[in-house]
């Protein structure tokens, strides 16, 4: 099992740039979460799918952030444009629906400066 | 809203020293609790979950958790603290009916020795 699988796992990025972060959950894993993780805020849950299909978007922050999940293998969360206070790490997790225990990846530290 | 407080941002203790973390909840309903570790630059590891079994919990790595609904409270606990435990605890919720988690404010734990 190789687990959650983030990639980048660092991201620089000027302002103003489109930035992806990827994901692969771990397979039989139908549960996906997307969270930010900054010094002054903690770590917030973005947004998550179950089934591939999006659940709770409310912590996405505004418009500039985007979120898919085309298959039970693989999820985007994209930032366009990208702003300064973008910066943080990005976990992406996975579950079992029901078990409630998620596996985190490694995250991505994304710096936009 | 279901919420978890975590007393102490850094608790200190000596290696072989009692290992105690504060976590308080607020719910109207039984809730689903869990405790997670996060070392330096890397994801969140999963130490225990409550899911309104046995109210005593175990989990890795020799820590345990006691659910008690009277104090509203889901404390972390180790009989004695190894070098090796030296990272942030996050003390996490799951609000009832919902597949998402929402994480306390962190703990970091120093062991020194």
């Known amino acids: 099992d190789a687990g959650v699988i983030q990639s980048p796992r660092h991201e620089v990025t000027e302002m103003g740039q489109e930035v992806t972060l990827r994901c692969k959950p771990i397979s039989g894993h139908n549960s996906l979460f997307w969270y930010r993780q900054t010094m002054m805020r903690g770590l917030e849950l973005l947004i998550y799918?179950?089934?591939?299909?999006?659940?709770?978007d409310s912590g996405m922050p505004e418009d500039r952030f985007s979120a898919k999940m085309p298959n039970a293998s693989f999820s985007t969360l994209k930032i366009q444009p990208s702003e300064p206070r973008d910066s943080a790490v990005y976990f992406c997790?996975?579950?079992?629906?029901?078990?409630?225990?998620?596996?985190f990846g490694s995250g991505t530290r994304l710096t936009v400066v | 809203a279901q919420s978890v407080t975590q007393l102490g941002s850094h608790v200190s203790v000596s290696e072989g020293a009692l290992v105690l973390l504060r976590c308080n909840y607020s719910?109207?309903?039984?809730?689903?609790l869990f405790w997670y570790v996060q070392y330096p630059n890397q994801g969140l590891q999963l130490l225990l979950k409550?899911?309104?079994?046995?109210?005593l919990v175990k989990g890795i790595n020799g820590f345990e958790a006691e659910f008690k609904k009277s104090e509203t409270s889901f404390h972390l606990t180790k009989p004695s603290a190894h070098m090796s435990d030296a990272a942030e605890y996050f003390c996490a919720v799951s609000p009832y009916n919902t597949d998402k988690l929402i994480f306390g404010t962190g703990t970091r734990l120093q062991v020194f020795p």
């Open positions: 799918f179950n089934n591939n299909v999006p659940i709770d």
């Open positions: 997790a996975s579950s079992k629906r029901g078990n409630y225990g998620y596996t």
């Open positions: 719910s109207s309903v039984p809730p689903y």
């Open positions: 409550y899911t309104s079994a046995a109210t």
